[in-house]
C-alpha cells in the first residue's frame, strides 16, 4: 500500500497521511480530495511514501483534482517560506497561492478584438534607457524601485524589459492594483502581447484562472498580469517580476496568511534568479528607504515624457458648511472653461455614497450600523448602507432614539456630488466611477471609451479615478476634499493621502498642455497639503522618516498586530488580556515595546468587537517567533485570533 501527506487549507500546520486506493493515479503537488472529520476536503499532496503510520488507521483518497501536478517543489518552498513569516499553516500558504478551479471547461477569451503592435516601435527617452540597461546589466535575483513622475513612461520601461525577458525564453509577471486592470497598463501589455498573455484576478471565474494558471506555467503565455495573488503564478523560466504602484495597499491580503505580494516577490525572484522591478510616483517611506540606502537599484525618470511639466497645483480653503460649498468658484470657473475648449476634467472625492453622516437636529445622534460602531451612509432612493459589512436598511421616518422626524444627512459623498454637478454645471456631462457604479463588469471598459471619444466633461469618482488612467485630454484636476482620511488613527495615513492626491493630480496634463490642480480643503496650512502641492516628494519623505523613527515605526522596526474578534464584548476582551499577558511572558527580558490590549480604532466591525495589541521589533525573527508562541498558546476560534505581521493598517 502506498500513502501520501497531505496538506489541507486548515489552521494546523502539519501534514496529514492517507492510504491511495489501487489503481490511482496521483502524484506530487497534486490536488486531491480526501476526507476531512465529517467533510470531504481538497488537499494538496507534499510526498508519496509506503511507510505506513503506526497508531491510527489511514482514510483513503476519495478522487483526483487534477490529473497533472498544478506546482512543483518551487512553489512549495515559496508557500512554505509564506507561512512561516506570515504565521500561518502550509496549507493555507498553499490554499491562498493556489487557483481554486476544478475543471478547465471552455476556454473563454478573456477580452475582445484587438490588434497587437509591434513591441519594436517603442523609442525610449535617455530616462527610460538608462533605467532599462541599469536592470538588466544587475545581479540576477536583484530589486530595483523605478522611482519616476506620473506620466514618466514607467509603463514603457517595463514593456521593454518584458520584450527582452521573453527573448530570452523567459516569463514575465506584472502585478497591478487591483482597480487598475481596466486601465492603461493592462491596455498596453493586450496591444503588445496579445495572446502570449493572461490576465489573473477575482473577476475571473475560477476555471478561468485555472485555465489561465495552467497557460502560464506551461509556458503557453509568457507574461500574466494580474492582482495580489499572481505573485504565486509558476512559469518554466521566471525573468521578471514587475509591481506597478507598488506602495498600493491592494498588495497586502486580508485574510490568513496576511503576506504581502511584495514580499512574497522579493523571496521568489531571488531563489528563482530573476529581476523585481517596484515601480511608483510614490513609493512606500519604507521602499524608498530600502533604495536610498543602497539595498535596491534605484532608477529615477525625473521627467514627464516629452518634457511636459507638472501641472500647477492651487490650494483653495473652503468652508465646507453648505452642501453646494464642495465645488469652489475657482474650480467652477476652470471646469466649464476646459469643457468649453473640448477639454476634460475628473474630479477626486474618495467617499462613495450620497451623505456619510445621517444625524437627528434634535436628539444630535447618528444613525449608525447596528453591527459596526460607525455611521450609515445614505445613498439615494432613501437606503442607508454601512461601508463596512454592507448592512442596508430603509432610511428611518423618524428617530430611532427620540421619535423626532427632522433627520438631515450632513456631508457629501460621490452620488451628491454628482447631483451638485449636475444642477450647477448643467451643460456639462459627468461620468460617476465608484464601487456602486462599476457593478457591471465592463463599466470601466466602457468608460475608457467615452473618456477618449469626448462623450464626459468630468469624470466624479472615489480614488479608482486617481489610478493608472492615461487620458491625454484631461486639463483639470479638482481634489474636493483633501481632508478626507487625514486623521486616522494609523501610522501610514499622510503616506496614503500624500500619494492618493499626488496620483490623481497626475491624471491631468499628460499631452503637451501644462495640467492645472485644484486641491479644496477645509486646512489650506496643512504641511502634507504644502508638500502635495510643490509636489516634494523629497519632504515629504524627509519629515515622515524623522516621524517613524521617532516612534519606531517601520521602516526603523517590524510591527505586529495581534486582533481579537467577536461576538461578544466582555470575552474578546477577556481573551486580549490573556494574550496580553502571554506576551508579555514570552518577551520576558527583552524590552520590546507592546501597546495595548486596547479596543482598535474600529471597535465594532460586522457584529464583531475588536481588541488589539501591537508588538514592535527591530527584527522580523523575533516577531515571528513571539507571533509562533501565541499562535500555539492561543488557538479558540471565538474569540479569533487574527495576526498580522507587517500590518498594512491598523484600524
Ligand atoms: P507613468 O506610468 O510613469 O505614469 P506612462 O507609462 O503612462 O507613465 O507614460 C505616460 C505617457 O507617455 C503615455 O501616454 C505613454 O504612452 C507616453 N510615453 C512614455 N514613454 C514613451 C516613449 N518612449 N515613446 C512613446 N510614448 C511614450
Ligand atoms: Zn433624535
Ligand atoms: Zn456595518
Redesign the pocket.
Known sequence: MRFADIVLNVPVDRSFTYGIPDGLDVKPYARVTVPFGRRKEPGFIIRIHDEKPSGFETKDIISVIDAEPLFDGRLAKLCRYTADFYVSSFGEALSAALPSGTSDGVREKDFGEYVPRAAES????DG?KSALDGILSSKPGSTHLLY?????????VYLSLVRRVIEEGRSALILVPEISLSA??FL?FREYFGDTLVLYHSGLTPNQRLNNWKKFRSGEAKVAVGTRSSVFMQCPSLGLVVIDEEHDGSYKEHSTPRYNARRIAMQRIKEEGAFLVL?S?TPSIETMYAAKSGVMGFHR?EK???DTPLPSVEVIAIEGKRDDDVISNELKVAVKRAADNGRQAIFLLNRRGFAPVVMCRSCRKKIECPNCSISMTYHREGMLLCHYCGHSMKEPESCPSCGSSDIAKIGSGTQRIEQIIEKILPSLRVFRLDQDAVRKKDASFNLIDKMKNGEIDILLGTQMVSKGF?F?NVDIVGILLADIGMSLPDFRSSERIFSLITQAA?RCG?SERQGRVIIQTLDPENELIGFIARHDYESFYAREIELRKLAMYPPFARVARFLLRGTDEQKVMEASQSVGAEIKKILSGKPLPVLGPSPAPLAKIGGNYRYHLIVKSRHADVLISLARDVRNFYSKTEPYLEIDIDPFEML
Do not use: F, P, W
Open positions: 517603442i523609442i525610449l527617452t527610460q519616476g513622475v506620473t506620466g514618466s513612461g514607467k509603463t514603457e492603461h497598463i498596453r515601480g510616483a525618470l514627464r515624457y516629452m492615461d491625454s497626475g499628460r
